[in-house]
């Protein structure tokens, strides 16, 4: 079992930046991918984010690339997402994901990622 633990939401005017952080503690050997996804209210979750452990391959989802960036620190057992030029459409439950396979690149797919963490809320006011 792989847990996942987010830290870093919170509340910020539009423009703002926000850093959240994922740690993993156990059994990291399993893990390929780490992901950061969101869901807003209403709303289904989606990709925002991902980076390979082994070679930092990423990918982001189009409404937020050249804003977001996703890294992950020397040891992959810890990986952040730095939100700049934030908007209120950021506005959601940030979660972080882990996927246990090996994919050519970085998936977008909630089904390619087997662990996820409860969720941190980032909201973006106007």
């Known amino acids: 079992q792989v847990q996942l633990v987010e830290s870093g939401g919170g509340f910020v005017q539009a423009g703002g930046s926000l850093r959240l952080s994922c740690a993993t503690s156990?059994?990291?050997?399993?893990?390929?991918?780490m992901g950061w996804f969101r869901q807003a209210p209403g709303k289904e979750r989606e990709f925002v984010a991902g980076?390979?452990?082994?070679?930092?391959?990423?990918n982001y989802a189009d409404s937020v690339k050249g804003r977001f960036t996703i890294t992950k620190d020397k040891y992959a057992n810890r990986v952040y997402l730095q939100m700049n030029s934030l908007k209120p459409e950021d506005t959601a439950i940030y979660y972080c994901?882990?996927?246990?396979?090996?994919?050519?690149?970085?998936?977008?797919?909630?089904?390619?990622?087997?662990?996820w963490g409860q969720g941190t809320q980032v909201t973006v006011s106007s």
């Open positions: 980076i390979r452990r082994s070679d930092g391959d990423t």
């Open positions: 156990t059994r990291t050997f399993l893990i390929y991918t």
């Open positions: 994901a882990a996927g246990t396979r090996w994919s050519t690149v970085v998936s977008l797919s909630t089904t390619s990622y087997d662990y």
